[in-house]
């Protein structure tokens, strides 16, 4: 990010955690394929993605093919990926649809010290053999590396009554 970007109230670190070193290995196990090339074109959200009813493809690497095994029972996935393209050093932001700045940790923003990308996606197919899984939508970019993939279970992992109130 450059600071000609920076909007009204924007804070960057005087550090790039690129440039830092690392605590934990991070294996990219495969790749995204979204019809998504460009920023400015790609959906900001799953709501927005599913509304394009534009499908996606997650293609897995052969060495992690086997992992895929049981999938095939899930309606939904939550896929992690590294939003590879944003920028790491933007501490606090300020969102174009948001009066005031708030910290990155407060954002779903993919501009953050770690840029993990959280994804509840449905699942339309899936080929264990071949590693493909078809998505119904997806907010990256094509080409954006996933770094896991887990079962979403909405017993478990859905929490109805929460809330981020605007302040």
Same mark, same amino acid.
């Given at each position: 990010m450059t600071t000609k970007d920076k909007r009204d109230g924007e804070t960057?670190?005087?550090? =790039? @955690?690129?440039?830092? +070193?690392? =605590?934990?290995?991070? *294996?990219?196990?495969?790749?995204?394929?979204? !019809?998504?090339t460009r920023r400015e074109?790609? !959906?900001?959200?799953?709501?927005?993605?599913?509304?394009?009813?534009? @499908? +996606?493809? *997650?293609? /897995?690497?052969a060495a992690w093919r086997s992992g895929l095994s049981g999938l095939e029972r899930a309606s939904h996935i939550a896929l992690l990926t590294w939003l590879d393209r944003a920028p790491r050093n933007l501490i606090v932001q300020k969102p174009r649809h948001a009066?005031? !700045?708030?910290?990155v940790f407060a954002l779903r923003s993919p501009?953050? @010290?770690? @840029?993990?990308?959280?994804? /509840?996606?449905?699942?339309?197919? &899936?080929?264990p053999e071949a590693g493909i899984l078809t998505l119904?939508?997806?907010?990256? &970019? =094509?080409?954006t590396p996933v770094i896991d993939i887990k079962p979403y279970y909405a017993s478990t992992? +859905? *929490? !109805?009554? +929460?809330? *981020?109130?605007?302040?």
């Open positions: 960057e670190l005087d550090f =790039d @955690p690129a440039e830092m +070193a690392t =605590d934990a290995g991070i *294996v990219f196990i495969g790749r995204v394929r979204s !019809p998504w074109e790609c !959906p900001k959200n799953m709501a927005a993605a599913r509304e394009r009813g534009m @499908p +996606a493809l *997650v293609e /897995v690497d009066s005031q !700045p708030r910290g501009a953050r @010290p770690n @840029p993990v990308g959280l994804h /509840v996606v449905r699942l339309v197919d &899936l080929d119904e939508a997806i907010d990256v &970019l =094509d080409g992992d +859905a *929490v !109805p009554d +929460a809330v *981020v109130g605007q302040p």
